[in-house]
């Protein structure tokens, strides 16, 4: 199993560009989500999703977007980035809080840089 | 608002020692976990603490839950080197909302 993989590791953009963080999990998990990493502040949910076609805001939704048409595949859309958007960004994934503890698989984390 | 809050921040600590990380938040919840990430890496699960007064110990970490004081606390005893790492805690709110202290970094020194 390769758990959960996002590409790409590194990304640079310029202000008002477009991009997509993949993320992708092979552990059949209906919850997966998006973190992002800023120094001092821990990691902060952006969006979630508890299965296929479902998917709602976290705490810090503003700038992105995320559709989920797969279990496997929860993608992260920046429509427009701005410098506030430079952050590391983490995909997790778990089974559905019902089973139990929501333990989170996390992905090796993309960094990405917007000028 | 929600405030989950890690002390310290930074620890510094030599070999052998001990020292408690505390997390404390501000809403009412019984799930929290603690997360341990090495610099550059990714987040690893460390403890699962699922009720009021649950206990978690892991070698040289033990992790333990107050839900009516909203307090957990990380135990690291006899501390190595390895132990160096930031260690976050997450509070679960609704099951679908995971949220995170600022992290700890531990550095244990020789």
């Known amino acids: 199993n390769a758990g959960v993989t996002q590409t790409p590791k590194f990304q640079v953009l310029k202000t008002g560009q477009s991009m997509t963080l993949q993320c992708a999990q092979d552990?059949?998990?209906?919850?997966m989500s998006w973190y992002r990493q800023d120094p001092g502040m821990g990691l902060r949910l952006i969006h979630y999703?508890?299965?296929?076609?479902?998917?709602d805001q976290g705490e810090v939704p503003n700038g992105y977007n995320v559709s989920r048409s797969t279990t496997e595949d929860f993608p992260l859309r920046l429509l427009s980035a701005a410098p506030s958007q430079t952050s590391v960004y983490f995909c997790?994934?778990?089974?559905?809080?019902?089973?139990?503890?929501?333990?989170?698989?996390f992905g090796a984390g993309s960094r990405l840089t917007v000028l | 608002e929600l405030k989950v809050e890690q002390n310290p921040l930074f620890l510094s600590m030599q070999e052998g020692k001990n020292y408690t990380i505390y997390c404390n938040y501000s809403?009412?919840?019984?799930?929290l976990y603690w997360y341990r990430q090495d610099p550059g890496k990714s987040l690893e699960s460390l403890f699962v603490?699922?009720?009021?007064?649950a206990v978690k110990q892991e070698g040289r970490l033990m992790a333990s839950l107050d839900t009516k004081a909203r307090l957990s606390t990380l135990h690291i005893t006899a501390a190595v080197h390895d132990l160096s790492a930031t260690y976050f805690c997450?509070?679960?709110?609704?099951?679908?909302?995971?949220?995170f202290g600022a992290g700890t970094r531990l550095t244990v020194k020789p």
């Open positions: 997790a994934s778990s089974y559905p809080p019902g089973a139990g503890a929501n333990v989170l698989t």
């Open positions: 552990m059949n998990h209906e919850y």
């Open positions: 999703s508890v299965g296929a076609g479902i998917t």
């Open positions: 809403t009412t919840s019984d799930r």
């Open positions: 603490l699922l009720s009021n007064g």
């Open positions: 997450a509070v679960d709110i609704s099951g679908n909302d995971m949220r």
